[in-house]
């Protein structure tokens, strides 16, 4: 239970923040006060408005022309397999862990497990060799820093949309390794009963982890690309 | 008011008072008593039990006096052990009891002739018939099954059962109280037997004396006249065959004060709860047979199956203790002692009880713990291809010894067959396949007892019996190394001494072969009618000498259908005035050859073709129905109502006539089998199931999921019930191979997740130094 409101209150939070994020950076309404009521006034306002909007806008020939256009289908085909493997294993992941998760009080069971654990196996290989291939594009470290109180000012940290996507890859690679890792060591005759326990519950949080850390890799990432 | 009104007022007053005090003073007194038998004085001794002995009629007992009445528990334990409180234990509580419990064992009413194996119980338990539902009174269920009841309960009845059954004969042997001794004896003397023989013989209220060693008991109330009364004292006109029962004590174990020594354990030894409570592998040795995992570590039963005065013993199973209120029960379960966990998994009582050790489980992942109770992997047999088939001492009668061979194969039990429980987990199950005859209207079957079954059928299922009197009458003039026997296709039937018949092999024999009557010499068949010509000159006159013993021995047959001839080449053998005589074969006998019956100028075998038939199809089988036998009966059972539906159970299966008088097999509710979970025995921790790895069930032809039960009963035929392990479980079996096949490529499967493991982790550690080096300024950036 205290899984699935960490898990719907996190991802409201971020649906938020990211909503917000897009707001804040594109509409000129909301730097027109500095009273925060009104600027959330404005942005419920904007959000009810884009959800309107969007939902007019979505129809099964929408999503697909969106999909056709992805810069995916365009890439080499090694590249574009390994990515697909990626986001196929990661979305089936995610679909299944999180659907029993929260509505099936029993869990994870049956076929969709045998499929849950095949996906894990592939989405683990594809995220190794994405990280050893790709990794190195995200690596975007800030300049040395002076000790001085001025670091814990955020306007000076230097965040930025892209840091914060790069952060979000490195989270996200963080927690499928963990995901891995909490998968794999159930399965060794290393853990008694306890242990078994906490790396179930890691394996969840992690889970979590992983998919806010792609919530936020696509949301900027999508956002920047829709941007003119 | 006058003088004499205030004086009578005061009086009256003075009275109530004093009535009043003495009420309190006595209640006081009870309650002090009651605290008193209840309460523990905290010494962890037994006491020695040197107590007088009373009677029914709470008299006590003399033992050098002539005709002692056997002792009463009531009277002789209940003064101290308050007897009513003591009844409503589990042991004798069945049929008054609110709550039914977990599913025990039921009894099994088993009758080999008529094909019956009848689940019965009092209390509400799933496939289970309430003996009252089947006609059964409590007389009738305590002369079938008392042999393996501790007293009291249906042998004890109320006085409202008594009056209801006039035909019961409880004035005669009175009625079996809860038998203490039974379970609290420490005395070898101690026997089990015994106690059944005594509730055999209708020595109710004589049995737990016997059984108890207090004292030798004779006689038996079952050949008594239903007028006899404990009263009315030993039968002086007969001291052969109608003998009162009477006791005679040990007086070795009495005092001078007449008081008895009864050498008592607190807590019953193992031994006492086995009388009743084995299990083990049909076939094995007693030798390789190995004890619960707690007995071997010097653990008593009672340890963990725990009672009050109440008696209401700790049964152990999860879920017991919210059933019950009972919360100690809660420390007594596999996870109570081990894990210090209730049924729900909270840790609610402190583990380790009586030494528990608290188990590693390395490696198991969670769901076992959550679907399979702890007995799947550690109690019973470990799952083997076609299951365990196990005699139970209730259900097989075992135990009880003497000149007899008293246990039996029938009814099957056979274990471990994993099954969900009320608690919806996976648990080891015991399971018996119901056979019954039984009267159906729409959805309702109502089984018929044995005897009204037997009325119906006639000599319908008497095959064995008839050719057993033919054989038995044979045996009157064969010498001591001849056995008169009947050949039929491969068997030799020979009689054996329960009034029927032994088959044994006949190596090289064709099942086609032909039927003769024969003597059994050491290893050879001779025919009972040799190969001779009855008109020859030189004929052994020894022959003819034997065809006359012979047809004397077989006019003793009872019930033949007509007078024994033997018919040797057209000459007819017949005993006329005693001496045999010889004759010419009649143009109707023409045919006739060999040993048989001559009625009404027709000649007739020994046997019938229908008898032979029967008897040849069950040979070296445990079935003891034919599906010809079957057909006739459910069509002798519906002659006199014909309105009503009769159906046969066996082996999973429901058989009744079409309607063209034809035996059909269906499916039905009633011919489910029944099961009852199994906690023992207990396994060591090697012996447990997954210890050599997941795939000790995960595998694509694991025993524990795919081994298959074929329904079983009294009834020869190919219409039973197959079902595999996963179908109790309610798993696809399906689903269960293709897993199962899984864990082939599980140690790459790891292999490649611990490589994929090291390399993210490798990178995502190596990306982190990154970064940190260069907020440190350790790193240039490039």
Redesign the interface.
Known sequence: MLFTIITVLSALGLFAGLTFHRFWTTREEAKSTILYAEIFKKYLAWLALRTIQSSRQASPKAWWNYLKALPLWRLPDLEKWLFIGLYGSFAYLAASGFFFAIFVPR?L???PL?GH?MA??LF??C??VI??FK?RNF?S?????NLSLAVLDPRKMGITAARVRFAAF?LF??A??LL??S??L????????PG??FL?EFHRYSALASVLAAMIFVGLKAFDAARP | MSRAGRLALGALGIALAAVFALVASSAASAAAQEAKRTIWDGNRTTPAHLIPLRDENDEPIIPTETDPLPYSARFTCGPCHDYGTIRSGWHFGAMTAEKSGRPGEPWLQVDAKTGTILPLSYRKWAGSYDPKAVRLTAWDFTLLFGRHMPGSGPAEPPDEEVLAHPEARWNVSGKAEANCLACHNKSGRQDHSEWAKQVLRENLRWAATAAGGVGEVGGMASRLKETWDIIDGPNLDDHEWAVVPSVKYRTADFDSKHRYFFDLNYQPSDDRCLACHSVSPKDEAQWSADADVHSTAGLKCADCHRNDLGHAIVRGYEGEAAETGNRTAESFTCRGCHLGENAAGEKSVIPGRLGAPAP????????H?KRLSCTVCHSGPKPKEGFTRVRTSKANRLGIYGVATWSTDMPQVIEPVYAKDAGHKISPHRLVWPAFWAKRTGKEVTPLQPAVVEAAAGDILKPEERIAQVLIALTQVMADDEMPVVVSGKFVFAPNVDGGVDAADRPGAKADGPVFWGIRKGGDVLPLVPDFDPAAADKDPAVETRFQEFLQALGTVAGAPGRPVIVVKKTLYRLVDGSLDMSEVSAELAEAAGPGWLVEGRFLPLASDFDLRTVTAKAGTEQTLTEEQVALVLGALAKPAEDTEFIYISGGRMFRLDKDGKLEAGELAAAEPVTWPLAHNVRPAQQSLGWNGCTDCHSGGSNFFFTKLKGEGPLLTKAVEKRSASSFMGL?GL?QR??GL?FIV?PV??V??????V???S??FL??L??LG????FLE?R
């Open positions: 869990g069971f049956g076929y045998v654990v894990g196996g683990a290989a995220l190794a990280v050893i990794g690596i470290v800030p300049k040395p820093v490195w690679v963080a499928g390794f891995t890792l998968a794999l159930p399965m060794l005759p290393l853990l008694r009963t078994q326990k179930f | 590693k489980h390395t490696g198991i992942p969670l769901v713990f696809g689903f293709f897993f899984s599980r499967f790891k490649v997740l611990a490589v994929c493991a390399v993210a982790g990178l995502v990306a982190g990154l970064a260069r907020l440190a300024g950036k």
